[in-house]
């Protein structure tokens, strides 16, 4: 159940320079689980791949260990993708380090346009002790803000080096700069990789619900037939910021199956051609998911309460 | 036996003040031995007298420092500019007014094509012209339903298709959902592709192969045929990727003995680590020869100021729209900046903004505090918006500037009532106050953008007329006398190559323009119509008639 037909899923990872994106993309590989990743960066001069992960380079193409890869894309991000899907490596993800002016969801867009891939998520690293200054630099204020506001996820990252209330004023104007993005924060850029791959979902679905996730709780949602998928969709994604990922399958009022992603604040509602049985999983920080956050949403969507399952994983 | 031809012209224009008229250039080894009379001349023992220009005025070879050479590569597409354009074999295609006639062009060209598959491209189509009107894939379907069929706007930046290339590029289906990808009624994409984002997976499909744009040798040669036709003899490629590949390319083509320019290729900054790129340029420098010079870099700060896309202080754009794109972070400048200078080696900086004209002049004044290097030439290209502070602040670091004095005349009207209203309109490649500032200045086509042409482009500085005939700033015209100094020894200063070339005097190359009338002699309002009958570069004499 790989990508549903469904092209290998790309996540455009941006931030300001500092932010520590070369970290957290040294650590997602060392930590990718037996999952392929291809790491597209704009450049490979100061290398952000930490050399003992490094099997062989050449000119186009960096080999890790695990079957992940390092390529960079320079000026011609369609032509990369292209490129890698052309390899043939059966990879399970694509990450694209996005320079620290470009407008990422201007990079999604054109990932939008390649065959062979699809957008999953854009994830906006923050550095919780230098945003807010950077957020007011002379030059590169709108941009950063741009990119705050284009999240899917934020990352906010070295939170060990402020304090808590400040930590707390960072989360809440960040949520003033965007609502539905969830903030999920981490020291030294250790995120947990199912956020931003996504792969828990695999591990749910192949041996029941209790899954490792690593200080993540997952909640099942068995929605009813013949719902507004689509509303379930957009519900999940904009009300539910404690939801950083969702994933499965709904049967829609024409009886249709649909395949439901949601990355933060993104959310996709496709049809699928196989018939997979009903259920969502979803990711969320902690203890966050506590049943009583659903409340509401178990009315909208005419859900029985005893019906759902909720799993804490801490 | 050395050999020394001397050419008698009806006068010479020299740029050399201790000596600015005369009628004999003597020539040994391809460089130049003296001026003077024939008596003068004779001094330096047995020589030929080349009387071929002897009702000709000579100036020093024009040096263009902002082209492409994909000026030159265009050409094998369907010219559907507005203006009309003289191709690189002579040829002047006319302008063509309509969008009903740019369709009727393409389907006399598409008629004309042998192979079905074959694409079928046009160039330079301006819709500023003609009311703004739009194409979609079904204007483009009359053209070809079977081929792919793309054509490319002045900008660069808008790329209209046929239904048949969307359909390649896997992109004429529903559910596309791109800023730059326009969709119809019907759900499917109209064919208007904004922003090189949107072009990037269609424009291959359409003949635009991004290889094939730079370096490759027909496209050279037809940029150097373009050259001997508008008098210049030194001509820069302002950003090229300057693979392993192309620079053998280009290395073997203008080696060859009737190659009739010096190119000045700049590796582009975009793609590649400062230090990586740096030690690029470094090694490519070694390499260069007498006409290939390699060595510098362009960087390039912010958009256009026509796309929205230029990075502009308060108020920002007359109509509101958001504030432009950085293509390239203060950061990353700032690294090459420190490097680049720390390695001798040049940089020009393209800024169309005055807040990214702002920008590089903050960032380079502090690489310039860590490495005090002087006499770096650093250059602005571009640099419309700059006002009289930021002028006296290069002049304070010792920068240089090329202004795109073309650009005024074909889009002045545009920047007048759309993008940054009057006052700022009338003050966008400030010449006048560059020049009082003391910035040792060009003034350039940004060819293919508009025609190249060092004497039209000297036209549009000196009298600041739009396409609609209005004279926008008059404070910032300059003499005919300065012009002519901005597209030879000005336009020489900003490439280091004023000890070689842009003056007619003892020990630089012998590199002529050759024209039917004397410039200076001729009105201001007359520049830009005046003869080119061809050059010498190099000591070799190319007429434009037998290329
Ligand atoms: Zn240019």
Redesign the interface.
Known sequence: MKNFGHGIPVTVLSGY?GAGKTTMINHLLRNANGQKLAVLV?????LPIDEDLIEASDDEVISIAGGCICC????????ALLQLDAMNRSLDHILIEA???A?P???M??V????GVSPDGIVILVDAETIQKAARDK??S??ILAQLQAADLLILNKVDLVTKDQAGVISTWLASLNENAPIIPVTHSKVAPDIVLGHFIQRVYAKGAHQDVGGLSTLTLLPKHNIDVNELAQTLAKDYPNIVRAKGFATNKSGQKILIQVVGSRFDASIVSKDLPDGIVCLGLGETLRMQHFKRLFHLLKLNEASQKLEFDI | MVQTSIFRAKKIITMNPNQPETTHVAVRDGRILGTGTLEELAIWGDYTLDDTFHDKVLMPGLVEGHAHVMAGTLWRHVYCGYFDRLDPDGNIWHGTKTITGVIELLQVAESKLKDPYMPLTGWQLDPIYMDNKRITRDDLDQVSPKRPVGVLHASGHILNVNSKALELAGLLKLGVNHPGIPLGPDGLPTGELYGPDAMGPVSTHVGFDRASMEGDADGLRAFSKMCVRSGVTTVTDLAARLTEESVDKMLEVTELPTFPARIVPLRVFMGASAKDTIDLVLSLKDRSTDRLRLGRIKAVADGSIQGFSARMRWPGYLNGAPNGLWYTSPAQLAELYRLALANGIQVHTHTNGDEATEMVLDTFATALNEVPIVDHRFTLQHCQLADAAQFRRMKNMDMCVNLFANHHFYWGDEHYRLTVGPERANRMNACHTALEMGVPMAIHSDAPITPLGPLFTAWCAVNRLTVSGRIQGEGEKISVQDALYAITLGAAYTLHLDSEIGSIEIGKKADFAVLEHDPTDISGENLKDIKIWGTVQGGRIFEARNL
């Open positions: 320079l704009n450049e490979f001069g100061d960079s894309f320079g000026s011609d991000l369609s032509a320079s620290g002016v407008r969801e201007a990079i867009g054109s939008g346009l390649v065959n030059y590169m709108d941009t």
